[in-house]
């Protein structure tokens, strides 16, 4: 059975709804250049250079779905939705503007304040990602972002602040969303550019060196400002299947979830992997011995990670589709059904994904998103019927309990993507569709802001209400 203790909930990210980007003192962050259409993918793998915003461009993110003004009554949707648990993320930049100040925006802090108080008001227990995709602009400009030893010490002013600001009220902190996306898309996942003929992979590597050193000093920071609360780290999960059994793509296979799991592997286990050190070593990257010690000693306390699907490896893709809307790569599947989007939909693979990443690293877990995109459009009755997301949030929900009930593993609590409607991370889209609740606006910015919730809002509140029982 799952335990009386489990968090069900929803995820969210600041850049993706909060809107008010410049509101009472907030500074411009990477996410706020990145704009909707046929740019957008190139500018966040930090392939082309986007460093102001300009008139004639969209930016969804400015605006988002207003959360920043409509936070209580979002709230109280989320409180009628029976929530236990709600992730959300701190805008970095609504903290520290440039990331260069001394002291915090007080008028950014007292926005959170706000938003726990309210989540307090109605027991639903704050999940806090300290940064989501988000560096603030001051900081890309002054040091390069993460390619700079100096973003540590940056990145601890902030989480200092956070943890003595709301020490005893928030329990479960996760250091970096997806931090593993630094590898697919840098200037989103770390607001890093590249110049021409510079060598990418050693800058990301660096980059991914300096975050995780800078995670292990939060823990370590963390565990002494507040003994009874957790950090845990965040990986974007799917397994990788070999296409065929022929020995090259189960090699191939092999090889790129070792790449996936790199992150973890040094979070969970406090060391780089052997052929990771290898790999570094050929790149020249810059690791003190201080940092060894640091990620020895503060290794995470839980293992949060997202699923949306399995991938699949081949090491010859000249004769196969490879159009699989991930941004971790991967061949088309012929076995599995796909989204609108073309993500590969795989229940069994969200099991298969927990057992493996249980097997190797032996710490409780935290499902903290997993859901469905897709054009959700109104019935002849003003109603959204979206029976498609309910399916596969019930198939997916069945093989995480089967994985507490059958394969024993600890999970501490799911949140589903996404309790309502926001901007869609890789595409900047309205239409591509997570939430429960409906949100009138399209892809330009129009419409009324209005909140519906779909059918699907109704399914997941009888679900918990019955502690998953009602799948």
Known sequence: MVQSDFLWGAAVAANQLEGAYLSDGRGVSNIDLLPYGKDRLAIAKGEMHYTCVTEDAYYPSHNAIHFYDKMKQDIELLHELGLKCFRFSISWSRIFPTGLEENPNEKGLSFYDELISELEKYNIEPIVTITHFDVPKGLMDHCGSWRSREMVNHYLKFTRVLFERFKDRVKYWISFNEINMLLHKPFTAAGITFEENEAKEQIIYQ??????????????????????????????????????????????AQKDNQKNYYFVDVQARGSYPRWALKKIDLLGIDISPSDIKVLRENTVDYISFSYYASRTSKEDVSDVDTNTGNAAGGVVNPYLKRSEWGWMIDPLGFRITINSIWDRYQKPLFVVENGLGAQDLFDDHHQIEDDYRIEYLSQHISEMILCIEEDSIPIIGYTMWTAIDLVSASTGEMKKRYGLV??????????????VPKKS?????????SSGKIR
């Open 207 to 252: 980059a991914a060196h300096y975050q995780m050193v800078a995670s292990a000093y939060a823990t370590k920071q963390l565990h002494e400002i507040d003994k009874n609360a957790k950090m845990g780290c965040m990986l974007a999960a799917g397994e990788f299947y070999p296409y065929s059994c022929n020995p090259v793509d189960i090699r191939r």
């Open 438 to 451: 409906y949100v009138d606006k399209d892809n330009e910015g129009n419409g009324t802001l209005r909140r």
């Open 457 to 465: 809002y109704s399914w997941y509140k009888k679900l918990i209400e």
